[in-house]
């Protein structure tokens, strides 16, 4: 697999100073650190931590809701990230009183008033409490999955009976996260991936980033959320100066330099994306939608319906039957085997012949899914499917003229003129209603590369708006104002609802197109109380590639050090 496969077999770094990590001012990232370890020791008495770990949000270029679906993504980590600070205590040998006593998970934040510390067992059993959206859940989800990719590597019930485990007495946690919440930047994520490698350093633990990223896309889903992968791929792997594009099913991450001459910007939409509480009507039911699509369109291509309910994605689906995965092919495919508009549940458990959708998706055991069957009684699959199989597309595009390649090749090729033939229509003349190519955007020749980039992204984010919906009002109007400022695309970015844009511009304009959104969006906002002006630096930045997950161990005298 080449450049993808070194990648996923590397182990997440012990930075040997700050610089290695932060292209931040120095003095003010040692000062958070500092402050870390002092509310550290204050929550805990005195203790000191064993091991610091951080990991960044990300802000995804192009790439929407299709990780889930097993397609490659083309995100970068950024600077703002989790860290975080763990210490093991032990009990003491011969101790009889502390040999009886339960052992403690404890967890607390550097803003205790606004997120409040709890403590749970020290049982990696325990379920996550979906209903109460308390922030720890995502710390938790962290401490399962250790245990859950040890039980995968058949390691499980040695590390439960080593002297380590059997003599911890309690487990220390402290947060600190600069990724503001419901941004679509991966809060959450960049949460569960410092938790987790911070827990598995202290616990003597050690995991490649491959399985890093994938037992935290496993474990995040105990919060309630199916997580796809992307978010977590590239808060562990990600590296200064590269976006990646993040690979699937195995799961990997190949290099990605970006066009020199281009900064890319980041707005807040200031309408929060509460992924995990929304879930039901928003991203789980995308996920259960683009599954009844690819059961669908096995069904469409002959499959008995058993074996049919048996596919998970639209991937798979089009591996096995749309010309070994093209995906002109399986936009084509979509128009024949999905009607237009909305299936109701009646029409797919009886007409379509599927039977009992709740045991499609095991609801018995996946409360996620069955809430999603449980409030909704529409799907939208044709649409769904369209988006899924353009965006890949359109992520192949991108890496494409990010390498060099011209538009002209990495947007058309020979597969476009394959199509144009079949329509009968001249490369030249232009796109036909009917056009199965229309969804890439084609043609765009005589595109330069930053033209071409830019168009790929305004392309992605109305496929997010018009055949995902996925966009809100605030999301719409912010990527207006980005183009209206002078950008030469923009997107929303993340899983939407509210969150953030991304948005593409010549770097010696950049200041003033901040400048003209923050008038022109921002302004109004601080006004009207919406959002603060105070937190205006987080709302609206400038960002680049940024480094990955890092391990940082902690010494009073000299600050942070391996």
Not at 15 to 34: F, Q
Request: glycine share 8%.
């Amino acid at each position: 697999m080449g450049a993808v496969g070194s990648k996923q077999h590397a182990r997440v770094p012990k930075a040997s100073k700050l610089s290695d990590v932060y292209d931040d001012n120095e003095n003010s990232v040692a000062t958070r650190y500092d402050t870390l370890v002092s509310a550290f020791k204050t929550q805990f008495e005195g203790e000191k931590p064993k091991t610091i770990a951080r990991s960044p949000g990300r802000v995804n270029l192009i790439g929407e809701h299709i990780d889930y679906e097993g397609y490659s993504v083309l995100p970068m980590a950024i600077g703002l990230d989790v860290i975080v600070a763990v210490s093991v205590a032990l009990k003491e040998e011969g101790n009889v009183e502390e040999d009886e006593a339960e052992a403690t998970l404890s967890i607390a934040n550097v803003d205790g008033e606004k997120y409040m510390p709890k403590e749970f067992p020290f049982d990696h059993e325990q379920e996550v409490d979906v209903k109460s959206h308390h922030w720890t859940n995502y710390v938790l989800c962290g401490f399962k999955g250790i245990f859950d990719q040890l039980k995968k590597q058949n390691k499980l019930e040695s590390v439960l009976e080593s002297a380590f485990m059997k003599r911890v007495k309690k487990v220390m946690v402290m947060v600190d996260g600069k990724v503001p919440l419901g941004s679509g930047l991966s809060s959450s994520s960049a949460l569960n991936c410092a938790v987790t490698v911070a827990l598995m350093d202290a616990f003597e633990l050690s995991f490649t980033k491959g399985e890093l990223s994938e037992l935290t896309c496993l474990s995040e889903r105990y919060s309630g959320t199916q997580s796809g992968g992307m978010d977590q791929a590239i808060s562990i792997m990600g590296e200064k100066d590269l976006a990646k594009r993040i690979d699937f099913n195995p799961i990997g991450a190949m290099d990605v330099p970006l066009p020199t001459n281009l900064t890319f910007l980041i707005g807040n939409s200031c309408a929060v994306s509460k992924k995990a509480e929304s879930a039901h009507k928003h991203y789980n039911l995308r996920v259960v939608e683009c599954r009844l699509a690819a059961i669908l369109m096995a069904k469409h291509y002959g499959e008995d319906i058993e074996k049919a309910k048996t596919r998970v994605t639209l991937r798979e689906v089009a591996d096995l039957y749309c010309n070994k995965g093209d995906l002109w092919t399986a936009l084509g495919a979509v128009r024949k085997a999905l009607n237009e508009g909305s299936y109701t549940k009646k029409q797919l458990e009886n007409d379509e012949g599927l039977g009992d959708l709740r045991k499609i998706f095991d609801c018995e055991n996946n409360e996620a899914f069955n809430v999603v069957l449980q409030k909704n009684d529409t799907f939208k699959l044709r649409d769904r499917a369209r988006h899924v199989f353009s965006e890949a597309r359109r992520v192949h595009e991108f890496q494409k003229i990010c390498e060099g390649q011209s538009p002209r090749y990495a947007v058309s090729g020979p597969i476009y003129e394959h199509w144009c033939k079949v329509i009968g229509l001249e490369p030249d003349v232009g796109v036909a209603s009917d056009d199965p190519t229309k969804d890439f955007g084609h043609p765009m020749y005589g595109m330069g590369k930053e033209d071409a980039l830019a168009k790929l992204m305004h392309l992605s984010h109305e496929s997010c708006k018009t055949q995902y919906e996925c966009s809100c009002d605030e999301l719409d109007e912010l990527v207006d104002a980005f183009m209206s400022a002078g950008a030469l695309g923009a997107r929303l970015t993340g899983a939407g609802w509210g969150g953030c844009v991304v948005a593409v511009c010549e770097s010696d304009i950049a200041e003033e197109i901040l400048a003209d959104v923050k008038k022109s969006f921002y302004e109004k906002r601080f006004q009207s109380g919406v959002a603060n002006i105070a937190d205006e630096t987080n709302l609206l930045f400038k960002t680049a590639p940024s480094a990955g997950a890092a391990i940082l161990h902690y010494d009073d005298e000299k600050g942070v050090i391996v």
